[in-house]
């Protein structure tokens, strides 16, 4: 027993007297006594709305607010499009789409939403404040390659939505553990060609996986296949779809040009061509509810199906489901990366 009462003694005087433990000792106190005032700093910094709007001057609110009924108003097209390139229900789209705009106006870098800086690349014409933005929800590149993950795993019994949401929560792991550690530096060495041909065959893809719905036709998989039955079926194209479709792209072009021909020097020009995918929107939609009201089971022209039941209740996904897609799941998170930084790299050169 006094051979244990030695040693131990021995113990205390040691750690007592050991400079590198005092050392411990001295900086974990302080760490501890600076710890609030760290993790206050640092949800601070995550939310820098705290910062700008103070700072915020009432003459932006303007710009701001036709910005925000503009993205309001297209989320619901661009919400429909992207849960069908995902093949999910379209009504899942339109639940999960106003969120990442109300986080991101706690969270976001920048005082404005990513639309109003493609307002003013086309008209010269918006709030000096606005800085580089981004769009901050899916893609319909992030919804192109969800769809492969959707189709592999849909062969083990788990519905598309399903699937999509555990996507969605391993790209959101995957981009907070690149934040945290602050290795975002890794993307200034993708090279500008690479950007670039990345977003441009990822757009040709899309872009094709689009046009049988404009025409109102049918397409299998594959870009051959596409191409192949888009001309072999040009007598059975859809008469009122393709002029409906093509007549929104045309307006959207005049009233862009409008813009940046007339818009500094008209005041309701410039307003009509900042507000143009609106415009255009609610004017289709009023055509269509006007023609269609009556003939849900014949359309006039093709119609988008959703179910409207209500906003689900939000859950967590499956923790076997993510466990299986988290490695697939990198692919939706690198290409949702590139294709930030390519638009971000492309607005820097076009507005110095």
Known sequence: MEYFKSKATSARQACTTDTTLQRIVQYASIALAAAPHVAGDYLIEKAPVIHWL????????????????????????????????????????LMSSWLPNFLYFIMGTSKGTFLILHIRVNTTCTSPHIGPDLSTGPTSLMGLLTAEIIRDFTKHGYTPQAIASAVAMSVGIYSMAIGLLKLGFLLDFISVPVLSGFISAAAIVIMLGQIPSLVGVDAPTGTANIIHDLFANIP??????????LGGIVMLYLMQKMGQRWGNKNKAIWLLALGRSAVVLVLFTGISYALNKHRARDPVFALSKVKSNGIAAPRMPDSTLIGKVFPRAIAPFIAAALEALAIAKAFGRKNE
């Open 54 to 93: 103070p700072r915020y001057k009432p003459r932006w609110l303007l710009n701001d607010t036709l910005a925000g009924l503009t993205v309001g108003v297209l989320l619901i097209p661009q919400s429909l499009a992207y849960a069908k390139i995902a093949t999910i229900p379209g009504e899942f789209g």
């Open 236 to 245: 059975r194209y859809d008469g009122p779809t393709t002029g409906v479709g």
